[in-house]
Structure formats: C-alpha cells, structure tokens
C-alpha cells in the first residue's frame, strides 16, 4: 500500500520470484565482490536455503509450544501490561 491506496497492479495471491531476489543477492550484489568458485558456490546454496517459501510460512513465525524451542518468545505476552 501506498498513501493507505493499493498499488496499481499489484497481485497479493501471485507467487513470489524466489529465483530473481536469489539472483539480485548472490549474483548482483555480491557478484563483483565474491570471485573464488568455492565462495560463489556457497553464496548460491546459502541464497537457495534462506529465500524460499519456508522463509514466509506462518508455521515459522508463530510462537508456542509446537513451534522449535528457540523460535519461541522468552516470556508471557499475557502477564505484560501495555503501555
């Protein structure tokens, strides 16, 4: 949104292009700078594991007891009193 308007053409239910922001970090942004063949390898697995449709899953961001331990907030939200 933009102003509290929708941008024009915008499709919220349209997939998201994984393999372009793969290739806008590994090879554009970092492509001048990474030159051994081992480092841009490992740039490109390490793109490929992080942006993903797990990045953006629901299941990851969401606190509690069936969500991996260290994902979880450090105390209770329901004994904090807001400001």
């Known amino acids: 949104m933009k102003d509290g308007q ?10 998201i292009p ?7 970090v590994s090879k554009a ?3 001048g700078r990474v030159t051994d063949d ?3 390898r490992l740039i490109d697995v390490y793109s490929n ?3 993903n449709d797990e990045l953006i ?4 961001w969401r606190p509690g007891p069936d969500v991996d331990p260290k994902y979880q907030y450090p105390f209770d939200e329901a ?4 400001a």
């Not at 994984?18 to 806008?24: K, R, V």
């Not at 004994?79 to 807001?82: A, E, G, Q, R, V």
């Open 38 to 40: 081992r480092d841009i």
């Open 57 to 60: 899953m629901p299941e990851k």
């Open 79 to 82: 004994n904090i009193k807001s």
């Open 18 to 24: 994984w393999q372009a922001i793969t290739y806008l």
């Open 49 to 51: 594991e992080i942006f």
């Open 29 to 31: 942004n970092y492509g």
């Open 6 to 15: 929708p941008i024009p053409g915008y499709n919220r239910k349209a997939s």
